[in-house]
């Protein structure tokens, strides 16, 4: 079956310890970019990667990290998380950076 | 920066009913999508338009790709209860990769 994962799907974490959010897709897309979901602000772009080794920020890129070493993978760090940072993120993923984006299912992040 | 406008925040109707909402856009957008995000889980695309004009159909959800580029509209005929969610617009301007999302529309259908 074709699709985005992510792990965890809930984390609660305290400030300041270093935690990675994984993402993995299954279909061979050269796109794939992080947001994270707020109430009443909609889904925000954190990062995004076009291809292997290709990484840009987005709208809201601070306190984050990404890297992208292998096509199916982009992992989302903090490296020292914040209570700001709580929040729901998506991982998601298309074909080419123009064509329509496929969602995981989520990870809920408390930092306490 | 780009803003995107969605209309209405959230609406109430009888089963049965049809459904508009629609999204503004501050400048011209290539693509728009329209995504459906049940609680707990991600968006879920519905509909994808690639022109200006575009028309386009996935049972009885109809969207459309606004002629001024600036817009799009979903409609959804005789709401069903499972249409209860929220949705969402995207829409990706050009010479970009980014896509900029509506803050949704949240559907609530009385049986």
């Known amino acids: 079956e074709a699709q985005v994962t992510q792990n965890p799907r809930y984390l609660i974490t305290v400030t300041g310890k270093k935690l990675t959010v994984t993402c993995s897709q299954n279909?061979?897309?050269?796109?794939m970019s992080w947001y994270r979901q707020d109430p009443g602000l909609g889904l925000r772009q954190i990062y995004y990667?076009?291809?292997?080794?290709?990484?840009d920020k987005g709208d809201v890129p601070e306190g984050y990290k990404v890297s992208r070493k292998e096509k199916r993978n982009f992992p989302l760090i903090l490296e020292s998380p914040s209570p700001n940072q709580t929040s729901l993120y998506f991982c998601?993923?298309?074909?080419?950076?123009?064509?329509?984006?496929?969602f995981g299912p989520g990870t809920r992040l408390t930092v306490l | 920066g780009q803003q995107l406008n969605q209309s209405p925040q959230s609406m109430f109707i009888q089963e049965g009913e049809d459904v508009s909402m629609n999204c503004t856009s501050s400048s011209i957008f290539n693509t728009w999508l329209w995504y459906k995000q049940d609680p707990g889980e991600g968006p879920v695309l519905l509909i994808a338009l690639y022109k200006a004009g575009e028309l386009t159909s996935n049972g009885r959800l109809t969207a459309q790709f606004g002629i001024t580029r600036k817009d799009s509209f979903l409609n959804i005929s005789a709401s069903i209860p499972s249409d209860v969610g929220i949705y969402f617009c995207?829409?990706?301007?050009?010479?970009?990769?980014?896509?900029?999302f509506g803050t949704g529309t949240r559907l609530k259908v009385l049986a």
């Open positions: 998601a993923s298309s074909l080419t950076g123009i064509t329509e984006q496929f």
């Open positions: 279909m061979n897309h050269e796109y």
């Open positions: 990667s076009m291809n292997v080794e290709v990484t």
């Open positions: 995207a829409g990706r301007g050009s010479g970009t990769y980014k896509y900029i």
